[in-house]
């Protein structure tokens, strides 16, 4: 069974400061890792994924770091705003089954003026 | 188009009564999956549908949870003999082809209470 650890558990960050959100996993059999962010009474949303041919993909504000070897990854979010305070997710396919996301525990960002 | 959505938004039942959760996918979303989020915790899977049949359904904690999607689209979770440790909200995602790499969209969940 797939066991992904993610951390911080919270996180308070200044408005234009950047958010570090980490996650580390045991085993896949599926080099793709998501980022889901959630809002309070929403479903969680795609924020961002990586296909790991590449060890960093950057959407906007938005960056995933990953290291292969230390099975690890990492959310950046520079330049951090008020509305991306929300609850984010890391997920990691399952070493069986590709239709298996396990899901981090959650990290909830505050993000404060 | 409508993104996912979920009826009810909210149900509150009794211990040992049977309940059913519907969703509705993406139009043309052949890939569905229903996920049970616990207070606190990332959402966890239950069962994942290409088209009308299970692929894997080895998410579901026991046989008091069975799901349906008879035509291909519309699916129905349903809990039998309801105990208050299935509180949880039920999420629904499609997405357009197979997993991992297609995105899944995201309903906004059923909020289900076992009193």
């Known amino acids: 069974q797939q066991q992904v650890k993610q951390s911080p558990q919270s996180l308070i960050v200044q408005k234009g400061g950047i958010s570090i959100i980490n996650c580390a996993y045991e085993?896949?059999?599926?080099?793709?890792f998501p980022w889901y962010q959630q809002f309070p009474g929403k479903g969680p949303a795609l924020l961002i994924a990586?296909?790991?041919?590449?060890s960093e993909k950057k959407e906007g504000r938005f960056t995933i770091s990953f290291n292969k070897s230390a099975k690890q990854f990492s959310l950046h979010i520079m330049d951090s705003q008020p509305g991306d305070s929300a609850t984010y997710f890391c997920?990691?396919?399952?070493?069986?089954?590709?239709?298996?996301?396990?899901f981090g525990t959650g990290t909830r960002l505050q993000v404060t003026l | 188009g409508a993104g996912v959505s979920q009826t009810p938004s909210n149900k509150v039942t009794e211990k040992g009564k049977y309940v059913e959760l519907r969703c509705d996918p993406i139009?043309?979303?052949?890939?569905l999956y229903w996920y049970r989020q616990s207070l606190g915790q990332g959402p966890e899977f239950l069962i994942y549908?290409?088209?009308?049949?299970?692929?894997?359904d080895s998410g579901l904690p026991n046989d008091r949870f069975f799901a349906v999607r008879p035509e291909g689209s519309v699916s129905t979770l349903k809990i039998q003999r309801t105990e208050r440790g299935d509180s949880a909200v039920y999420l629904c995602?499609?997405?357009?082809?197979?997993?991992?790499?297609?995105?899944?969209?995201f309903g906004p969940g059923t909020r289900l209470t076992v009193l």
């Open positions: 995602a499609s997405s357009r082809g197979s997993p991992p790499y297609n995105e899944q969209f």
């Open positions: 085993n896949t059999a599926f080099d793709y």
């Open positions: 997920a990691v396919p399952n070493t069986g089954t590709a239709s298996k996301l396990t």
């Open positions: 139009s043309g979303h052949t890939a």
């Open positions: 549908f290409q088209g009308t049949g299970a692929a894997d």
């Open positions: 990586i296909r790991p041919d590449v």
